[in-house]
């Protein structure tokens, strides 16, 4: 009797040991997924706005046949080609969470996010209950896809850290194409 008390309870205290790690782990495929839905959710966001030749705010951005066609004409402040030094980014006002100046081209997302906004937060800038040790950031790259030449395509880079200490880390790179250069928002 007393060798069978002890066998069981060495085959339970295994099993105990067993389902104590397997529970310690089992929040890591959580946090992996939570950071791939942000991941996702941002670059369809930015994938969603318009590629045009200009800013879509300028009074020529539904006609230009080119970047010279905006006010100011190639190169100049409303010129969304991307190819000119420093073109990357938001303009001037513009933010992700504004009502009244958002974020309205592809290019505006590159270098996001704002700092002042910690966690993770929704389009209107509130933020999202239990992802608020998350970050997230974008780079938007002009580079060729195929045929494409990279003044008409643009490799997007999300990156997606879970909470401090977990080692999470979700990168996913997407394209977008200038397929419809004069269409507005």
Known sequence: MIVFIVIVGIAVAGVVGALSMATR??????????????????????????????DPDDPNAASAQNAAGCTGGAGGPNDESLLVAGKLGPEAGETRYSATTPYDNVSDYNGFPNPLVPGITDITGAAITGLDNYTASVTVVNQALGAIPASDSLLITVTVDGPPGTNTRVVLDGYRVRYAPNALP
């Open 25 to 54: 782990a089992s929040t890591d495929p959580m946090i992996q997924k939570q950071a791939l839905a942000i991941a996702e959710a941002l670059l369809e966001e930015v994938q969603l706005q318009p590629l045009t030749y200009c």
